[in-house]
């Protein structure tokens, strides 16, 4: 079922002058398409909750609508809407054996939708099958692990046919190994079921590997949705730049003059290298520094304070490279290393980038070189943090 969400705000009001008003959701506006698994993503307090809870109709909006395949639900109370809801603190009834877990939102339903004892059994079964705990039916929360349990709420969510499935950090209650497993779990469940499914998560690797769209929010605004590896790659502003990725960007105090990305007093990219798609010529670039781009907008460039954010993978050792970083040490991860290193204009405390094990670089040295690659470097105006070339 499509979902379509229109200029949704929510504000709660403050408790005085030192608790002002919380605009926790502010205009947001986005169509999910029928049958995807999107990823609502952002840092604490950003407003995903908010979100999630006014399309399940436990909240409501301030302003804007909720249309589920075109039919106006922001009036409609939360048990009509056929929403299926996971939360973080899975909420299993202790005393009830995981059947009973799974079967009882079927206990609610009333009048010609009312089911039988039998009937109820095998839709719990069903659902049971479908996360993989039917062996377990019998046990009582307490004899799972967290994993199971959360296994068990998924199906209660799942046991009524959800026309939406919302999902609030399903995984941060699991250890390392457990999210990884259950969340490629979730994509399976999803994809068979083609339950139209919202993921809430402050985890970008988390949003990122699971989801076919994500939206990355910041103070109840968004700021960028599209599939991940095109936020990845084409990152709107600073903010969507560095959420995105691990190790994230490095992130250089720089300046635009005459045509040149500057940090420091190195002239370390063509501003028309900033038009440059990843990958592409890439070989030709890597052996001999051709350049690309059209070269339109280097004449326009005065001298302008900028942020250089560059991409762990977007550097090259090269001993005749233009930016000179002081070399702190060399973390070796089988095919790939991670070098890590300092520059006076780098924001944070360390640059690490990953190059090739191959790419022989010279641990004796105090000094390493790079020769930074296009599609990986992207600039930032200084003040509103927009991004200033190459925006796809
Ligand atoms: P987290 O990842 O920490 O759960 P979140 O992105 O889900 O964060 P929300 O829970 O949606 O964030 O909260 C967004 C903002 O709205 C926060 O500033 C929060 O303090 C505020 N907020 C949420 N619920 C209420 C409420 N009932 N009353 C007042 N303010 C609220």
């Known amino acids: ?12 009001p403050g408790r005085g002058r030192k608790d002002p008003e919380t605009v926790a959701v502010n205009d947001f ?7 995807e698994l999107v990823g609502l993503l952002g840092p604490s307090g950003c407003g995903k909750s908010t979100t999630l809870l006014m399309i399940c109709g436990l909240l409501t909006p301030t302003e804007g609508k909720i249309l589920f395949d075109g039919e106006d639900v922001t009036d409609v109370p939360p048990e009509d809407r056929g929403v299926g809801l996971v939360f973080q603190n899975y909420a299993l009834y202790p005393h009830m054996t995981v059947e009973q877990n799974i079967m009882f939102p079927l206990g609610n339903l009333r009048g010609q939708d009312k089911l039988s004892k039998e009937e109820m059994k095998s839709r719990a079964l069903e659902a049971a099958k479908l996360v993989q705990i039917d062996s377990l039916m019998d046990r009582r929360p307490k004899e799972l692990s967290g994993g199971q349990q959360q296994r068990v709420a998924i199906a209660r969510a799942l046991v009524k046919m959800p026309r939406v499935l919302l999902m609030d950090e399903p995984l941060s209650n699991l250890d390392a190994r457990l999210r990884l497993q259950t969340r490629v779990e979730i994509r399976r469940i999803q994809r068979e079921t083609g339950i139209t499914t919202i993921f809430v998560t402050h985890d970008q690797e988390e949003a990122m590997s699971i989801s076919d769209t994500i939206v990355v929010m910041e103070a109840g605004v968004v700021q960028q949705i599209g599939k991940p590896q095109d936020v990845y790659d084409d990152p709107h502003n600073l903010f969507v730049a560095k959420f995105l990725g691990t190790p994230p960007i490095n992130v250089f105090e720089g300046s635009l003059k005459g045509g040149k990305v500057v940090i420091g007093q190195s002239e370390v990219f063509d501003i028309a290298d900033l038009e440059a798609d990843a990958g592409t010529d890439d070989e030709r670039f890597r052996s001999g520094g051709v350049k690309k781009g059209s070269g339109r907008k280097a004449s326009e ?4 304070p900028v942020w250089v954010g560059i991409r762990p993978e977007g550097f090259y050792i090269d001993e005749n490279g233009p930016l000179a970083c002081r070399l702190k040490g060399v973390e070796v991860m089988g095919r790939d290393v991670t070098i890590v290193s300092e520059h006076p204009s780098f924001q944070g405390e360390a640059i690490r980038t990953i190059v090739d094990a191959q ?3 010279d641990t004796t040295k105090s000094e390493v ?9 992207f600039v930032f105006a200084k003040d509103s943090g927009e991004r200033l070339y190459g925006e796809k």
């Open 1 to 12: 079922m499509k979902v379509t969400i229109k200029n949704l705000t929510k504000r709660f």
């Open 29 to 35: 506006d986005f169509e999910i398409p029928s049958g």
């Open 301 to 304: 460039a005065g001298d302008i």
């Open 359 to 361: 790419s022989g670089i």
């Open 369 to 377: 070189r790079y020769r930074l690659r296009p599609g990986k470097v």
